[in-house]
DNA sequence: AATGAATGAGGTTTCATTCAT
DNA sequence: TATGAATGAAACCTCATTCAT
């Protein structure tokens, strides 16, 4: 149902436009530096949000000037941009378990697709806390956000679609607002845990997820067909 | 499941303790005075966004010079409290159909209420964007919003938990985080459609929503008992 | 030939457009206020020149915040505005002897002008600098000071037309064109002792600027007619 | 009157001291950086003004890098003198009529020499309004220019002197004050027209500078003394 | 109860110039 | 001779809040 390079409809993953950065520095110490910014810039964010982190202390943590920061950026909004990116490189190879994407394996495969979300999810944390906070700031993040859902939930909704008419999916729903409303709540499980600090278990939370997702699509649980299925 | 005044985890009715807000005005002039800062501070904020709202503004709109507005509140914040409050004290009488809240009911209890959360949450769209963003900038409003939102849950999970005794919903749920989970979900579809701007139908969206929902709790839309009831 | 109130095609005099500015505050506070900031910004302006004019050696120089400033002027342009208008309403009654403007009076009307002139010039030598150097720098100063010049130059010119019909003026002469070369010609002579440090006498200026304006228009000196005259 | 390579007063043939400029570049290749970074800096200057050129636009027009301005240059200001320079060996040879320069002809040399001189302004009115910019910011070149200046209005005062003891020009008139003046006079009237944008015909210009010219220093225009020379 | 002038810390941004490679 | 990253001082400007009237 969900796909690791594309682990959330508002996710990070898949958030970033490559067009709205600049060129890349050509010499080993440009890129040492911008490296260095972006890392800084990551720490700052995490530790005071994006409002109050201050140019100044990124340039300090980074060890340079605060004009050596114009030369790689050219807002505060552009290091975000930076600092996204580099951790959606850095979520590429997620090793998701092999479980074939068979209409029988659905089951699985949506506890494999939770659980890898949920684990990206606890590992950059506070990164995705900065990302809510951001969208709802930032008119371009919160337009390119809506951008990547609307992809990532036709996606889905295609899949749902298929599984619809092979009887394993409740033919009554329609399918791209389930796949929204679907992936909108495990975002927000993941949220409520890692951001807000609900206390849940790992474990608990992925059985809870995959039962309410499987549920709510009306997918039974040991991979048959359903009742209806004609 | 839900009560009309407490239409949402997250949402805007339950969220504002009224301990926070001061004294009002015993002069008629005052509360006239109050009233208009509150309307004007609505209109800006809704216009410029909680950070780009400015005092000045808000003062101008109101006919008013900025010192009066310190005769009232005590910062930015606090009017955004008495804002809210005004919003929760308009909606206190949304009109719920009068359905039995009985297990039988439980269906459409649901779709009441559902029904009812999405014309709030319509009317007041830009307010729910709104406190979406305050609740991600203050770490005030995140926490009484999650003080209240846990508060909720618990309420709601009370519920399930009797509903699953009685053989009406998914046995092997945890009843608080899916009370919690499918909560959010309904708000996030809310805050897509009327925040985002996502273009889906007002019933299809009860349907649909009312539709995930019971489904992810197992509940039977016939009103009946599931099947594994003992 | 020039009037009193029209000193200078390209001087300072006439050319504000009050429009240009915001509302004067209300309060008797607030005047004060005002008045010592415009005048704290001509000592600066006067003693750094404009581009090295700073706005907290302004504040400093009025006894008042960087803050404060921005309650009466929007950018340094503003007030820059503002010094230039105090000083044209101080030039509003420069005193000029009385002489009757009929044609054969010219030469004295001329010399009486020039005389004016170059007093005013005087006595406002940093601040015509100050103009010169703004007027190349900011395209709006630019453009309002050649609208103006071209008002007075127009006005001048029909003077010049009626001299020419009455037999004063060579008629061989663009009345439009001589109008601003000649102005010009003395707005520069102001310019280059005043500003510049030529060392030149005032009498013998005012003496070789009348001389040259006569000659270049070809009035006599004795206010007689043209030998050419019809 | 006016000789071709002292075209005015205060314009750019003269203005530039070859003492302030460091050694050409030896090589081959040197001197084609030096070369295309003097032109860059010319289109660069012309089209941003001189306070808004910044290097690196320069550099990144001639196709260099920030560094090697340095190896040419000690600074904006010196590429400005070099773009300055470069434009008065550009304008060495402007092609002047060859008119006898014996008293009779008078009337004629100044009309030639007007005409040179607005054709080269005309050819180089953004230099020219750049220069002017310039001298009310930097000192260093309002110094050099007044020196100039003056150096030049000495030479043609030294002229008028021979003139009028020869019978030909206004005895009364102060020879070096009228020098300066009537330059100035001429050379405000290309800045009107070739920067400003004062929309007249380039032969009405002509026409009426040499006019106003002769008038004022009283100069019989066809070639003969005046009435008053003993 | 109302006014509105005054505050001022502190962030963002620029760009000529230097210098190690 | 060429490179281009690094520098860093310094200027502008904002706006929630205070307080004298």
Redesign the pocket.
């Known amino acids: 149902m969900s796909e690791t390079s594309d682990l959330d409809a508002e996710g990070m993953p898949t958030l970033v436009d490559r067009t709205r950065v600049r060129d890349q ?3 080993a ?2 890129i ?2 911008r490296e260095s910014l972006v890392a800084a810039a990551r720490r700052v964010f995490e530790r005071d949000g994006y409002l109050d ?4 202390d990124i340039t300090a943590e980074a060890g ?8 790689y950026f ?3 909004e552009e290091v975000f941009t930076a600092v996204i990116q580099a951790t959606q490189d850095d979520m590429m190879h997620p090793g998701l378990p092999h479980v074939e994407d068979s209409p029988e394996n659905t089951p699985q495969v949506v506890r494999a697709s939770n659980r890898a979300y949920f684990e990206a999810y606890k590992r950059n944390a506070r990164l995705m806390g900065l990302l809510e906070q951001v969208a709802t700031i930032d008119p371009a993040f919160r337009e390119l956000r809506l951008k990547r859902s609307r992809a990532f939930a036709d996606r889905n909704a295609r899949k749902i679609a298929v599984l619809q008419e092979q009887g394993y999916v409740d033919p009554t729903l329609d399918p791209s607002m389930a796949a929204l409303a679907v992936t909108s709540m495990i975002s927000r499980m993941g949220y409520s845990v890692y951001v807000l600090g609900q206390p849940w278990e790992f474990e608990a939370l992925v059985d809870t997820a995959t039962a309410l997702w499987l549920n709510a699509l009306g997918i039974p649980r040991d991979g048959s067909r359903r009742d209806d299925a004609h």
Do not use: H, N
Not at 53 to 56: G, M, T
């Open positions: 520095p050509t010499t110490r440009g040492r530096t982190a201050r140019l100044v340079c000037s605060v004009g050596t920061f114009y030369t050219d807002s505060k």
